[in-house]
Structure formats: C-alpha cells, structure tokens
C-alpha cells in the first residue's frame, strides 16, 4: 500500500467525518456543496487507503489511523509465500568445488543441503565456501557436509509466516537467506527459499502499491 498524499478535498472529506462521523455521503456531499457523484472517487480512496471505514445504513466513520499504522496493518497481511523464490538444493556429498560451480552458475549467496532423501541437513553460504577455499585442500575431494552449516543452528521459516517476522530473522541471525520449509514426519522438506532480495522485492512493490 502506497503512502498516499492526500489531496485537499480529501483532507477536507478526512476532517468532516473526524468531527461528525458516523455520516453519510449524501451528507459529506452538501457539507462541501457537491454531488455524491463528485465525491465517490474519494470516498473510495480514503476507504481503500484505509483512513476511513464504511458501514451500511450508518455512513462513514474515521478509523484514527496514521499514514504508519496502516502501514504496519498491510505488513501484517504479506506472508512469506507471496514472496519466495525457487530453492537451490544440493545433495550432502556433493564436492566443495561443485557446489562453487553451482552457486555461479545459479547466481545465488545461498545453497541448501538436503540428505539422500531430499531433506534439509545444512546451508552453505558464499562465506563457507570462501573459508573452504583459502589453503591447499582439494576443493573436488572434500564434500560439503564437512563444511556447510547444520541444525539447530539453521534458521528457517515457513510459507504461512509474515514477512516482517522473516526478514527479522535475517537481520538479527545477519544472513542471506532462509529456507522455507514443511515439517514431515521424516525431516524437513525444502519448498522455497527467502533472500533479501525477495524482501527489497516486497518494499519496492509496497512503494509502488502494486
């Protein structure tokens, strides 16, 4: 949702219904000497936006909201499933080297581990596969499970979680990306993946109002 500037008649719509809500639209339309047709684009705009509620047979009513609480009440309506990306998974045994290969040639900072069965068993970031790099190891000899990163000491999230609960967790843990997971009865299943990106993605679409 966009931060909308007002413009003056709605300023003035805003202020009628502050002093004199609940009222009708007929009613805000001969405070300010218009039709109810003039007014209805309005109307709608400030309902949408969210400044004001309308109910039947009662009228127009100020919700006392501000620009930053509607604002957090939008980010309290995106889930992280509106925003994630397609994981990138590699088997555990997999080489060092070719997880480099893969982490170039798919353009992303993260890849996830999973185990024979394809579930989740540690994350590899770029800075792991740097760390593994610098000295005279034979990157095709040493497999990633050595070096990649396992639970509990995986932060992860789920579809059904807001994305400002996820975007905390890659503030406060200081990481790139998330797996999105589903727990089974075997392990965790890796159904998508949350990166910055995804969440820079979600505040230019906020911007935007798209």
């Given amino acids: 949702m966009k931060m909308i500037e007002l413009n003056k008649r709605q300023e003035q719509i805003l202020s009628i219904v502050k002093e004199n809500g609940p009222i009708t639209g007929e009613q805000i339309a001969e405070r300010l000497n218009l039709t109810r047709a003039t007014l209805r684009p309005d109307l709608a705009i400030l309902t949408m936006s969210g400044f004001l509620d309308a109910r039947p047979r009662v009228g127009y009513f100020y919700t006392g909201k501000t620009g930053t609480q509607l604002l957090t009440d939008h980010l309290k309506n995106i889930f992280v499933k509106d925003y994630q990306s397609i ?123 798209e």
Avoid at 103 to 113: A, P, R
Avoid at 125 to 151: F, H, W, Y
């Fill in 87 to 209: 994981p990138i998974v590699i088997v555990e045994n997999v080489s060092v080297y070719d997880a480099i290969v893969t982490m170039f040639l798919e353009d992303v900072g993260t890849l996830f581990v999973a185990d024979k069965t394809g579930f989740l068993v540690g994350v590899l970031s770029r800075k792991d596969l740097l760390r593994a790099s610098i000295g005279k190891q034979e990157l095709t000899q040493i497999p990633v499970n050595i070096i990649m990163t396992r639970m509990p000491n995986i932060t992860v999230c789920k579809k059904e979680d807001l994305l400002i609960d996820a975007a905390k967790k890659l503030i406060d843990k200081q990481i790139d990306a998330l797996p999105i997971i589903k727990e089974t009865e075997n392990g965790l299943e890796i159904v998508g993946r949350l990166t910055k990106t995804n969440i820079t993605k979600a505040f230019v679409a906020l911007a935007e109002d």
